[in-house]
């Protein structure tokens, strides 16, 4: 009888002490979103992204904010500013643009970037400031020929 | 004759005057924050903070978005947003101020007091922040720390997690600044 207590209470705590590892693993990933197996809920030109949030930010931010969207623009500029790898796309006037934040896995594609060229980006709309922010980003397509 | 040489006279110093705009700005300025308590410490940062600077007035602006803050743990992202801060409602935190004796030509470092309404959970602030301003390449950058208490922007912490989340943060900020091209 107290044998098989001990084997119960054995067996309990092991799927106790399981559970917790599986949740902390979970929650302190890094990059707790895993943008890769995520599909993609909205797709979107740099240009039109960029216009519905200087016409209405608000309706923007409703419509992308917290949202896992692809764009497809051309680079304006790659920084690595703060240990940061981050992409620029242009949108459709020079004042404002798209902020794309990479992390580090993709940095060799990210250094072979150069501007104008066409890019696809998926990431998590953040919202406007002067600029769309979008983090955890990927790169999704890039064309040289056009 | 002498209309065009006033003409051209006045175009080249317009032409001048406006490749030397005051104004500069930063769109990847960094921001972070630091709670310290025996329970957890907690960490977040922010390097998509938006900042002009004009120095023909001392004015600055800053603007952040707050879902814009990375933590190490999602639950701490998910509290932040949408207990604490409440992004939805309030997806960003300003600050408008001047920097008082700033001598925008001054090559060495100086350390200076930027006066100016801190928002953060729609609730304004005035503050009095040390800055440290410096030149380089016609470009600035600016640099300092402070510390928020959380009560003072109506940020309701639930008791039990009271002790895992520090009365005041610690917020450290970094700023680099090119001309400001339209």
């Known amino acids: ?146 | 004759m002498n209309k065009i040489f006033t003409f051209l006279f006045l175009m080249t110093f317009i032409a001048d005057f406006d490749s030397k705009s005051s104004q500069f700005i930063a769109n990847q300025g960094q921001v972070s924050f630091f709670s310290y308590t025996p329970v957890e410490n907690i960490e977040a940062k922010n390097n998509q903070v938006l900042s002009l600077l004009d120095i023909s007035n001392s004015e600055i602006a800053i603007s952040m978005l707050m879902r814009a803050f990375v933590f190490k743990k999602a639950l701490m992202y998910e509290h932040f947003n949408e207990s604490y801060i409440e992004s939805d409602i309030h997806p960003k935190a300003n600050f408008d101020g001047k920097i008082i004796d700033f001598d925008p030509s001054l090559k060495e470092p100086q350390t200076r007091i930027v006066k100016g309404t801190l928002t953060i959970h729609g609730i304004s602030k005035e503050m009095d922040i040390k800055a440290t301003i410096e030149s380089k390449n016609d470009a600035y950058m600016i640099s300092g720390d402070f510390d928020v208490v959380v009560k003072d922007f109506d940020i309701k912490i639930p008791p039990i997690l009271a002790s895992n989340i520090a009365k005041t943060i610690n917020v450290m900020f970094k700023f680099e600044y090119k001309p400001y091209e339209e």
């Open chain 1, 1 to 146: 009888m107290n044998k098989k207590r001990n084997i119960v209470l054995l067996v309990f705590s092991a799927v106790l002490i399981a559970f917790c590892i599986y949740i902390n693993s979970k929650l302190t990933a890094e990059n707790y979103i895993d943008i890769e197996n995520t599909s993609t809920e909205l797709n979107i030109t740099s240009n039109k992204l960029v216009a519905s949030f200087t016409n209405n930010e608000e309706q923007a931010d409703k419509m992308f904010s917290g949202k896992i969207v692809e764009i497809t623009g051309r680079v304006k500029e790659v920084t690595f500013l703060n240990n940061r790898n981050t992409v620029i796309l242009y949108g459709q006037n020079s004042t404002s643009g798209i902020i794309c934040d990479f992390d580090t896995n993709q940095l060799e594609e990210i250094k072979s970037l150069s501007k104008n060229q066409k890019v696809t980006i998926k990431g998590v709309c953040k919202g406007f400031l002067k600029d769309v922010v979008i983090l955890n980003c990927l790169l999704m397509k890039t064309n040289l020929n056009e």
